[in-house]
């Protein structure tokens, strides 16, 4: 598109900023640049890792980082929410590429790396269209150039929404959720599990511990937002 046209599109058609609804001009992507400067950032992996705390003495893993903190009516929670409900899967894609970029900073994201998305079951991939997780897990690959792993790991429970749930009913709702599809192309690899959101982290508690059952294999967890507790 020529310059020009461009810009005069978005004066008649402007971007609308995904969080605060404020009106995009320019190179700015679906957030202004206030938002973008005000991104609740999780921060270095190496200082106060708030992922890694969430799993200790849960399940053994080799590292584990959120990009975002996320909160009712945050930032974050405006970029999820397109991502969930408005089909804007340009915004899973963005995540998926700031988490790639992180992984150059994890001494333990070693080769043989194989990223597997938290699988949804067939009712919400239907409603939905896409798995938010393999979106994500999309733009880490675009960057990283890890292989993405598909069938290795099946939701055969249709759980019900987490969302009022506490930690206690969560883990229970998530029990028994996951068995192991085609173990081949994972075992012996470092799993690395990616998912949209970690509240208290009983989905992907139980997705760990069901792939931990195949031999040597690892498990590593990255998340597009980590809730404050």
Known sequence: MHPLFFHLTQLIYPTICQSCKEKIYGAEYFLCLNCTKSLPLVGDYHQNNPTEKIFWGRFP????YSYLYFQKDNITQHILHGLKYQSKKEMGEWLGYQLGKQLAEIPMAIDDNILLPVPLSAKKIAWRGYNQSEVIAEG???????????????????????????????????????????????????????DDVITTGATLESCALTLLKIPKVKVSVLCGAIATQ
């Open 61 to 64: 893993f080799g590292f584990a």
């Open 140 to 194: 880490i690959s675009k960057i990283t150039k890890i292989p993405i792993a598909h069938n290795n790991l099946l939701r055969i429970k249709n759980t019900e929404t987490q969302t009022r749930k506490n930690r206690l009913e969560r883990y229970t709702n998530m029990a028994d959720a996951f068995e192991i599809g085609n173990t081949a192309a994972i075992e012996g690899k470092q799993i690395i599990l990616v």
